[in-house]
């Protein structure tokens, strides 16, 4: 016996993978915001995508600028994910309040990647897409790095912890690592 859920909440069903904070700057403002609508689109180029609701500063950013920056937080740092989740960059600087720490990317003109992550992607945008509510930032990674010891196939979650959001308040973590 199922019960029905409710097509705004269906969403929920799905795992959207870890969660990203991604970093946005134009002229004088940077931001971080809290994201798990994302998902890989290409290996070559490669290309990934994040979902971003219209009123949200940081898709004002991003339009702007043409580019962003996934970074990869752990667990050890949820509180200010959901800090970077819950308030506008409008009103607060995220960087400051938060105490992150910004630092030049790599590649990237004025995007600052956050340091305090265990991976970042830079990304210029390709493409840009309204659907509903959200605009979809189509992003080819120009640079990417990780964590020497936490990366080598893949994330090794036996050293560290991704963070799942499950949706509302709701969180889990990576567990063990299975391999097959
Ligand atoms: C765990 C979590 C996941 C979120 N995922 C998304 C998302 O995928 N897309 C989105 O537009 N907002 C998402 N949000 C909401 C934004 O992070 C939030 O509204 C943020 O304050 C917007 O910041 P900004 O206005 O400074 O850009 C999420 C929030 C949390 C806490």
Request: glycine fraction near 6%; avoid cysteine.
């Given at each position: 016996m199922?019960?029905?859920?409710?097509?705004?909440?269906?969403?929920?069903?799905?795992?959207?993978?870890?969660?990203?904070?991604?970093?946005?700057?134009?002229?004088?403002?940077?931001?971080?915001?809290?994201?798990?609508w994302k998902t890989p689109l290409s290996h070559n180029p490669p290309l990934i995508g994040i979902s971003i609701a219209k009123t949200h500063f940081s898709c004002e950013l991003i339009e702007k600028s043409e580019e962003f920056i996934v970074n990869i937080p752990e667990l050890e740092i949820l509180d200010k994910v959901v800090f970077c989740g819950s308030v506008s960059g409008r009103q607060?600087?995220?960087?400051?309040?938060?105490?992150?720490?910004?630092?030049?990317?790599n590649r990237l003109i004025k995007t600052p990647l956050i340091a305090d992550c265990i991976g970042n992607l830079e990304c210029y945008v390709r493409d840009v897409r309204e659907?509903?509510?959200?605009?979809?930032?189509?992003?080819?990674?120009?640079?990417?790095?990780?964590?020497?010891?936490?990366?080598?196939?893949?994330?090794?979650?036996?050293?560290?912890?991704?963070?799942?959001?499950?949706?509302?308040?709701?969180?889990?973590?990576s567990g063990q690592m299975i391999r097959v």
């Open positions: 199922k019960a029905e859920i409710t097509r705004q909440r269906a969403t929920r069903l799905l795992s959207s993978g870890n969660v990203i904070m991604v970093s946005s700057a134009y002229k004088d403002r940077a931001n971080i915001i809290t994201l798990a607060v600087d995220k960087f400051k309040e938060t105490k992150l720490n910004p630092l030049k990317a659907f509903g509510d959200h605009k979809f930032f189509v992003g080819e990674i120009i640079y990417a790095q990780a964590e020497e010891g936490m990366f080598e196939q893949t994330w090794d979650v036996d050293k560290m912890r991704l963070i799942y959001h499950l949706g509302g308040a709701f969180f889990t973590s």
